[in-house]
């Protein structure tokens, strides 16, 4: 309902009309922010990759902080990097962005509608910060994230994992569509 009111200014009353159904289920289908996949189902535009180091073997409770920092930082990152620190506001439904006239990016997409989180997994130090260094070459956004190392890695701060900001599939795909889902 909100992604209908947002994107196209329909409302409510409108969207819950029995007769609207179909016309509301082709505008979906030809949105330009979802598109059609095999089966007939829908998939985000826009992915957001993270990638986590499975060699240091931690514990589940560990690896969804440090997605969570890596998520946090990947998209506080890309808000800068886009000019849009001042751009967002919190609402009861979490943070928006506000309307604005600059362009539409997956990093817009994510706030507005969405974006597939996608956890893949590298075994070494050496492979996470090789592809964190291809995407800084790329212009890509890599919030590599070093544990401080207080209750695992006895003591000694360790690159655990990274997240990329939010971006179109096929550029993510490019950047990390050779390692395997974590």
Not at 19 to 26: A, D, G, R, S, T
Not at 80 to 98: Q, V
Request: charged share 25%.
């Amino acid at each position: 309902q909100a992604f209908l009111e947002k994107k196209f200014g329909i409302s409510k009353k409108f969207i819950y009309h029995p007769i609207n159904i179909v016309f509301l289920l082709q505008l979906l289908w030809n949105c330009d922010i979802i598109k059609s996949k095999k089966g007939g189902g829908f998939v985000y535009k826009s992915k957001m990759m993270i990638v986590m180091r499975r060699d240091l073997k931690m514990r589940k409770g560990k690896i969804a902080a440090q997605a969570g920092h890596a998520c946090i930082d990947a998209i506080l990152m890309a808000l800068n990097k886009e000019g849009r620190m001042n751009d967002f506001e919190m609402t009861p439904d979490g943070f928006n962005l506000k309307s604005t006239d600059k362009t539409i990016t997956p990093l817009s997409d994510w706030f507005l509608y969405g974006c597939a989180k996608v956890c893949v997994y590298v075994d070494s130090e050496e492979e996470l910060l090789a592809i964190a260094q291809k995407a800084r070459e790329m212009g890509v956004i890599a919030a590599v994230i070093t544990d401080a190392g207080m209750t695992e890695f006895h003591g000694v701060p360790t690159k655990t994992c990274l997240a990329l900001e939010p971006l179109l599939a096929e550029v993510a795909e490019e950047l990390t569509g050779d390692l395997p889902l974590y």
